[in-house]
């Protein structure tokens, strides 16, 4: 099987970017290691602290973030860093080329019950007149990515991953410690009949939503005229990798409660990364409002609504919103 390196290489990925990729991917493996350990590793459960968006911190969260943090800032690859666990952008190498944004751990609610969890990123070239410190730099929309993927600490340990070059499937062969291509090119079916929104929030949706919703509800008796069926992972890595797999919507919109948050997700480390794989595997990334890779960010920690998946379920999901 092919790993990793020799696929890089084919897909024209410069030697510095593959490198950076290698070392974040050490980090990876790193916490991979720590999630297996779970209960006997003291690794679960919540600290007292919360992040800068004033959720409450597992300890993963905190462990996850530490080991990609310091593995990037010592690499000299990096000249800074955006997190979801950092008030800030944390500066690294003013010399380095590239800019990592990251969400450590994603579902972390899901560590209390060893289920599926992930880590998702993706990397900017730095400017050159960037200092590290300087958060303007991370304010650029999606389509200005080199890479992104997420690491899926599942029952198996999976890479999904893209440079523009379409999106491969890896999984991480634990007798070597390399991960394999056993997926290259993965494609999303354009249609489906499977959904993926956490409907207890329904009530505080947006009209558009709520129409879309319940039309797939309905099944064969509405006019979509075929029955859907619905899953949530509480983990944006396990659904989405479950609509790569096998095609699928996946929806956070907009919520009513707080019309100063656009969203649950966050669009540096959550919404690009997850659009670019989605695009590159042939399915869409949407607000509702345009597409996620267009979207200027005003501030790193910036949330947005997503549509993520099969092409056309997208498509007909966004024509609610006209
Ligand atoms: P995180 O654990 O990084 O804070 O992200 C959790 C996110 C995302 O992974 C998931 O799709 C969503 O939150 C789950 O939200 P609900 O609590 O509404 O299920
Ligand atoms: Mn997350
Ligand atoms: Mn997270």
């Known amino acids: 099987m092919k790993r990793l390196n020799s696929q890089l290489q084919q897909d024209g990925a410069p030697l510095e970017l593959i490198l950076l990729i290698r070392t974040l991917l050490a980090g990876c493996k790193e916490i991979s290691f720590r999630v297996s350990q779970g209960e006997l590793a003291g690794v679960l459960g919540s600290t007292l602290s919360e992040n800068v968006q004033g959720e409450t911190q597992k300890k993963l969260d905190v462990i996850s973030n530490q080991i990609l943090k310091d593995t990037l800032s010592e690499s000299g690859y990096v000249k800074a860093i955006s997190s979801e666990e950092e008030d800030t952008v944390v500066p690294c190498n003013p010399d380095g080329n590239y800019l990592v944004s990251f969400d450590p751990l994603d579902g972390s609610s899901n560590t209390e019950i060893n289920s599926l969890i992930g880590t998702i990123f993706s990397i900017t070239h730095a ?158 990334g949407d607000t509702g409002h345009g597409r996620i890779m267009e979207v200027m960010p005003e501030e790193i920690h910036q949330r947005v609504p997503v549509l993520l998946g099969s092409k056309n379920e997208v498509e007909m999901c966004k024509s609610y919103y006209k």
Not at 143 to 172: E, F
Not at 223 to 239: H, I, L, S, T
Not at 246 to 273: C, H, Q, S, T, W
């Open 127 to 284: 400017p050159q007149w960037m200092k590290p410190e300087d958060p303007s730099a991370f304010l650029q929309p999606g389509t200005q990515m080199v890479a992104a993927g997420y690491v899926l600490y599942g029952p198996s340990t999976m890479l999904a991953m893209t440079t523009g070059r379409g999106t491969h499937l890896y999984t991480l062969d634990k007798t070597h410690g390399g991960f394999l291509l056993t997926t290259p090119n993965i494609k999303v079916p354009e249609d489906t009949a499977e959904f993926a929104i956490n409907a207890s929030n329904q009530r505080h949706w947006e009209e558009p939503i709520q129409e879309y919703v319940s039309d797939l509800i309905a099944g064969t008796e509405g006019p979509r005229e075929k029955d859907f069926n619905m899953r949530w992972v509480a983990a944006m890595v396990g659904d989405i990798h479950r609509v790569l797999c096998r095609g699928g919507i996946f929806a956070y919109p907009f919520d009513k409660r707080n019309p100063k948050v656009p969203g649950k997700l966050r669009l540096l480390y959550e919404a690009n990364p997850m659009a670019f794989l989605m695009e590159q595997a042939g399915g869409l």
